[in-house]
């Protein structure tokens, strides 16, 4: 087996390691602000009829300008959204139904705009990441301009906010106006009797959500379990890279660094895009979460319809198609 | 038996070390394999 492969093989576990204590540690200081469950999400009016589209921030979303399009056409359905393509969506005159967080490390604020932002953070990422290019340009100006956006939308959104979340992010998400609905990551099986989950839930009484690993996969598990939905589309899911992408772009290239020196090549996994016919690539993380999406998406009662128009994620459990045969007929 | 322990020390060692390693390669949120989509406190929604 392929380096990268050997080590997706092993992120199931490295997961927990990562996020459990801080995640825990966060669901502990969110306890006593907890109002609204987001099963009540359920019998809100979002979007008329049974097809949900899920906004992720992969790199195919400005490629292929899907929410330029999305807008042109419109959409009656629900669209749910994760943290990190909000800006994106508002800066299309996209105002989605859920925004979806789950990442308990304090620097996914930058996504809803951290008004008391007065330098560049010392910490790359923001300036490396994939997810939304305008960061890497201006960060201070993107910054501003995002606290802008999320301020005058905020009213208007409500964020299903896992209690993992940072508690940086909730304040934020308060402070601009957001309702929020809450629920457990799904940290371990809850049938142990020493269950991580079934302690959480016995403490805050919140539903426990199957994550998939990423707050991609966590939306779309939203779209179907919570929502309803019987068919939901997906855009900005790449779960990879575009052929061009310098390794020093990619998500985790200062841990892979740190991890295997000069090797760190060797960590990425290749994939032929069937549709498309490019070389796309993966970093052991989005390897992992392209196989356990997959999996999920072999039981998940709903038609699956990718239309990212990039990325690795296909399958026989997935429907290929562009974003207008879905928007049209999804 | 001394060799042993060293062995089991070292291979301890470097477990550990894989194991913080990993840890910062990992995702955001867990998956539990085979435990449906959503668990609300009875089996889980599939």
């Known amino acids: ?330 | 038996d001394i060799e042993e322990k060293k062995e089991d020390a070292e291979a301890s060692a470097t477990d550990e070390f894989e194991r913080k390693a990993l840890s910062r390669l990992g995702g955001s949120i867990c998956f539990v394999s085979k435990k449906g989509f959503l668990w609300t406190g009875g089996a889980a929604q599939s």
């Open chain 1, 1 to 330: 087996m392929e380096l990268g492969r050997r080590i997706a093989s092993r992120l199931h576990d490295a997961t927990f390691d990562r996020i459990a204590q801080v995640g825990l540690a966060n669901a502990a200081t969110h306890r006593p602000h907890i109002r609204r469950s987001v099963l009540e999400l359920a019998k809100l009016p979002l979007g008329a009829g049974d097809a949900a589209l899920v906004v992720a921030a992969g790199p195919s979303l400005h490629r292929r300008r899907s929410l330029e399009r999305l807008a042109a056409r419109g959409f009656p359905g629900t669209i749910v959204a994760v943290d990190s393509a909000l800006a994106a969506c508002l800066r299309n005159g996209v105002v989605p139904h859920v925004v979806v967080t789950v990442d308990p490390h304090d620097r996914i604020v930058r996504w809803f705009g951290e008004p008391a932002l007065a330098v560049p953070s010392a910490d790359d990422y923001f300036r490396r990441q994939e997810m939304d290019p305008v960061h890497a340009a201006d960060e201070m100006a993107a910054n501003r301009a995002v606290v802008a956006l999320v301020d005058r939308d905020g009213p208007r959104l409500r964020v299903a906010a896992a209690t993992s979340a940072a508690p940086s992010v909730v304040s934020r998400c308060r402070a601009a106006g957001m309702e929020l609905f809450w629920w457990n990551p799904m940290y371990d099986d809850y049938e142990r009797p020493d269950s991580v989950s079934r302690e959480l839930h016995r403490e805050n009484g919140l539903p426990c959500l199957n994550g998939g690993g990423n707050v991609g996969t966590a939306s779309w598990v939203l779209a179907h379990a919570v929502l309803g939905k019987r068919r939901v589309g997906i855009i900005g899911m790449d779960f990879g890279y575009p052929p061009d992408t310098p390794y020093e772009k990619t998500q985790y290239y200062p841990e892979l660094r740190d991890m295997l020196g000069e090797r760190f090549g060797e960590a990425f996994v290749h994939f032929e895009n069937p549709v498309l016919g490019e070389k796309w690539f993966t970093d052991p993380a989005y390897c992992w979460f392209r196989d356990v999406f997959l999996e999920m998406a072999r039981e998940a009662r709903c038609e699956t319809f990718n239309c990212t128009e990039g990325g690795v994620l296909f399958g026989p459990e997935i429907k290929t198609v562009t974003l207008e045969e879905f928007l049209d007929h999804g």
